[in-house]
């Protein structure tokens, strides 16, 4: 019989996969021997067999059973009892953390007969009713699939009826009598009545945590966290605690370390005489851990003991949540915390300067993504600002965004490519959209610990909490503070590193991490806060340990000296890419069109002398800005209709021109031009290495360019390192005819200016073709350079400017991939084309070097790929430089 049911004593934290996170992290406290509730866990298997075979596996009526029993005599309490009966909650629990986006359900086991049990038991008549009338409620909306409206509704009626504002003004016989009109309810609009037997409501509540995986809001998290779609959830049954039991009972979160800014010392949010959601879905303003600690030190000395306990077992930050019921703390939950980029890095650092991590574990704690997270600017706080209001500074970033009070309205406007900040009073995981479609988050309510700043943490979104003179109408569509009203559509900017809130468009500067990163350390940390001067230095520790252990060098894709002088400074160790065609942009766009509108060869020739002089110019610069680094650069690739007017446009001038019979020469020639380059397919037609051979001259020139920009640095004494790439290579034969101009070329420049010039003529790696045979073309090429840009276009045939907006969102959506093949590497396909022609590539020609010059060489993930494949270096934007070195370093480990 497969073992579907876990006591809490039977697990341990590394049992995610089976227990989820929440279950198997259940199971490490209790077997840490601290105050956990009595429960068991009904496994992800059980979720995942559910959800093929739409029922429940028939062992598992028994196993819950046994489970159950189990607990009682543990508790000697019992389910549906009229003498202190038990009641458990029951809650979902993923491997991945999900917050919000499942299903739970508390009090299960109150029904009209336990109701007398727990009111003897807890002498708080008015307590019961209020859980009873909360069980009615959850299991409704979660297990019957009822709106949330028909019990607010019910709820409001009640308090008009009594003249009051407040549920807390609701007396026990209110309540009482709203049991009975919520049961009402649920009959009316279910077509059942609430299940008085305990079991049944206890089976159907873990079914309903089972379907509730497959909600639409759980899908889009999913989707956006990357967590595979099938590792189904677990189910946490567990002894009920009750923080809502009067004043010497409350419930509340707390982190070991604050997870926001990475500050050392504990943090949190406790609320007197509530229940768990109460604190999470930010209704009521909460108390610090200091007030805490002043309405209950007991509670509050046993807190702290446990949080560093979870600390010194977990070695990192730990998030808790926690309940105090009649001055007896329960903890409810721990895992490893969720926490900001900046969090991330001064944290990793701490701990190792605690000795409870090694320098490597550190580097294994932060990621790529959390670094190009600190890079990006923020708001200039010299400039004239008017204040709008000030919340807790929840997630952090610069967002500047139009107003807009709804979820739907955040999704429809940032589809048009506006930039929006989503004002709520509260958030709830309905808005999950929404939430990803702003570019920040405003709430009125809840701590830094409520849904909205807990999901936008996760994502690395711009957010704002609490904002307590935030008076937000969302019927109305305005927020007002301090005197100030804004509508739908004005403008906010939004700090979420400090919590203040905007009018208007502030302007926004260069991050403290970039500028250590451009002018170095002592230099950042001039006139900066501690805090800031804290996560600089780790930052500086951290790169500094990646760039010691990995194998793998960083180059940067630069076309320009000025980049490249800027992608040294940030750790660049040469050019991987250097794009030829981007120094025809502009006024020299005519260089070129002067080459292909040429008639003769004599004119094709003087054109094609006129290119040589200003790319002598820029290479000289950009050999200058890398002297001694190796500095690829790549001939020619673009189709050449792309420096030529636009087709269309040029018809119709044409035409027009015609039609008033002044038709210019120039222009006809053009057009005809046009008309002869046109293609239908540019991306698969002459371009590369075929231009290079069916336009005679044009890669000559480009490499007497470079032959000649290294002899005068070599002549001035310095140590420039070209190497000459060739692009779109498919066969050895056409690596081999370029190769022997440049041979050729090299030579002549050589005895010319009478320097020695050893120049590597190697080849870009970017058809199937060119993968496949690569055994043969390393023959003839003295390094690799793997476009996967194109790779990844022509190993999937699709094309890389039309797919991603025309059907990428459906490919995600059914699940196809679950990141375009054109951001992470596709590994599975494109990976193995460069894993093949690494390797038979290295079979040839032993020690051949190769990198990687696609987007890719700045993507985390797709970098640890590229370290196993054994690469050599990546190469990247000069802002991803530093990513690609954190990553690289962390592909070891
Ligand atoms: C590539 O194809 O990956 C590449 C680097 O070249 P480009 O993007 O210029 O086509
Ligand atoms: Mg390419």
């Known amino acids: 019989m497969d073992k579907f049911v876990y006591q809490f004593s ?5 049992q995610k996969d089976l227990l989820g996170g929440k279950g198997a992290n259940l199971a490490e406290m209790t077997r840490l021997g601290l105050p956990v509730p009595p429960g068991f866990i009904v496994t992800t298997e059980a979720c995942r067999h559910y959800l093929k075979h739409d029922r429940l596996p028939d062992d598992l009526r028994v196993q819950v059973t046994m489970a159950l029993r189990r607990l009682e005599d543990e508790v000697g309490r019992r389910l549906g009892d009229s003498v202190d009966p038990l009641l458990v909650s029951v809650r979902s629990g993923a491997k991945y953390s ?15 007969f336990s109701v007398k049990g727990l009111i003897e038991a807890s002498g708080d008549e008015r307590f019961v009713w209020d859980s009873y009338r909360r069980l009615i409620q959850m299991f409704g909306k979660t297990v019957l699939g009822m709106e949330g409206e028909d019990f607010s509704r019910v709820i409001e009626a009640a308090k008009q009826a009594k003249g009051v504002t407040s549920d807390l003004e609701l007396d026990a016989q209110d309540l009482r009598q709203l049991v009975e009109d919520f049961k009402a309810v649920v009959e009316e609009k279910s077509g059942r009545s609430f299940p008085q037997d305990p079991r049944e409501q206890l089976d159907l509540a873990t079914r309903a945590v089972f379907e509730s995986w497959n909600t639409d809001r759980a899908r889009v998290y999913r989707r956006r966290e990357r967590i595979p779609e099938d590792a189904g959830t677990a189910v946490n049954v567990c002894t009920m605690v009750f923080g809502n039991l009067g004043e010497t009972s409350g419930t509340g979160v707390c982190f070991t370390r604050d997870p926001s800014t990475g500050k050392p010392g504990v943090y949190g949010d406790y609320l007197v005489n509530a229940q768990g959601e109460d604190v999470v879905s930010g209704i009521r303003n909460t108390l610090s851990l200091d007030d805490f600690a002043e309405v209950d030190p007991d509670s509050y000395q046993s807190l702290r003991t446990i949080m560093r306990r979870l600390e010194t077992h977990y070695r990192d930050l730990c998030d808790i949540e926690f ?11 721990t895992r490893v915390g969720k926490r900001t980029a900046a969090a991330a890095f001064r944290i990793a650092t701490q701990l190792v300067d605690e000795q409870l991590i090694t320098m490597d574990e550190a580097l294994e704690r932060v990621g790529g993504a959390q670094l190009a997270q600190l890079m990006f600017p923020q708001f200039d706080t010299d400039a004239e600002r008017t204040r709008f209001t000030q919340g807790m500074a929840a997630s952090p970033g610069a967002a500047v965004g139009k107003v807009v009070f709804d979820s739907a309205t955040a999704v429809a406007w940032a589809a048009r490519g506006e930039s929006v900040v989503l004002v709520r009073k509260e958030t709830n995981p309905e808005d999950l959209e929404g939430m990803i479609a702003a570019t920040g988050i405003l709430t009125s309510r809840g701590g830094k610990t409520s849904h909205a700043a807990v999901v936008a943490r996760g994502m690395g979104k711009t957010a704002v909490c609490g904002a307590e003179s935030l008076d937000v109408d969302e019927e109305q569509q305005v927020a007002r503070a301090d005197g100030v009203t804004m509508h739908e559509g004005d403008v906010l900017s939004v700090d979420g590193s400090t919590g203040e809130v905007f009018v208007g468009r502030l302007p926004v500067v260069a991050s403290p991490v970039v500028t250590y990163l451009e002018e170095g350390l002592e230099a950042a940390l001039v006139g900066v806060d501690e805090g800031t001067a804290d996560l600089i230095q780790a930052v500086d520790r951290l790169l500094a340990h990646a760039d010691a252990v990995r194998t793998m060098q960083v ?4 076309d320009t000296g000025q980049d490249a002088e800027r992608a040294r400074r940030m750790g660049a160790e040469g050019i991987g890419l250097c794009r030829t065609e981007h120094m025809f942009l502009g006024d020299r766009r005519v260089l070129i069109e002067r080459v292909i509108l040429a008639e ?10 006129a290119l040589l002089p200003p790319q002598r110019a820029d290479f000289v610069e950009l050999l200058a800005a890398m002297d001694g680094l190796p500095t690829t650069i790549r001939l020619l690739d673009p189709p050449l209709h792309e420096f030529l007017p636009d087709r269309a446009d040029l018809m119709v001038k044409v035409a027009r021109a015609e039609e008033q019979g002044a038709a210019s020469d120039d222009d006809t020639r053009l057009l005809a031009a046009v008309n002869r380059l046109h293609e239908s397919n540019p991306m698969l037609g002459l371009r590369g290495v075929r231009l290079g051979l069916a336009v005679p001259g044009l890669f000559a020139g480009q490499i007497r360019a470079i032959a000649e920009a290294a002899a005068e640095r070599v002549k001035a004494g310095h140590d420039p390192r070209p190497e000459i790439m060739v692009p779109l290579v498919g066969s050895l034969m056409e690596l081999h005819l370029v190769r022997q101009e440049a041979t050729r070329i090299l030579a002549e420049v050589a005895e010319a200016e009478g320097v020695d010039l050893e120049i590597p003529v190697g080849t870009m790696i970017e058809l199937p073709r ?15 350079s793997f476009g996967t840009n194109d790779l990844t276009q022509t190993t999937w045939g699709f094309s890389r400017d039309d797919v991603e907006a025309a059907f990428f969102a459906a490919y995600l959506e059914k699940g196809v991939f679950t990141v375009s093949p054109f951001e992470s590497l596709d590994v599975d396909g494109v990976g193995r084309l460069v894993d093949i022609a690494t390797r038979e590539g290295r079979g040839t020609r032993p020690g051949l070097k190769a990198g990687v010059c696609g987007e890719h060489g700045g993507d985390p993930d797709s970098i640890h790929f590229f370290h196993q494949a054994g690469l050599d270096y ?3 934007s000069p802002f991803r430089v530093p990513v690609a070195r954190l990553e690289a370093g962390r592909a070891v480990l």
């Open 10 to 14: 039977e697990g341990n934290k590394d």
């Open 98 to 112: 999900m917050p919000g986006m499942m299903e739970t359900v508390l009090n299960v086991g109150l029904n009209d």
């Open 323 to 333: 309940t105090v019921e009649r001055g007896k703390l329960w903890m409810l939950q």
């Open 555 to 558: 180059r940067a894709n630069a």
């Open 600 to 609: 003769t060869a004599a004119e094709r020739a003087d054109a094609l002398v």
């Open 770 to 784: 060119a993968a496949l045979t690569a055994f043969r073309i390393a023959e003839e090429a003295d390094f690799f």
């Open 874 to 876: 990546v190469s990247c």
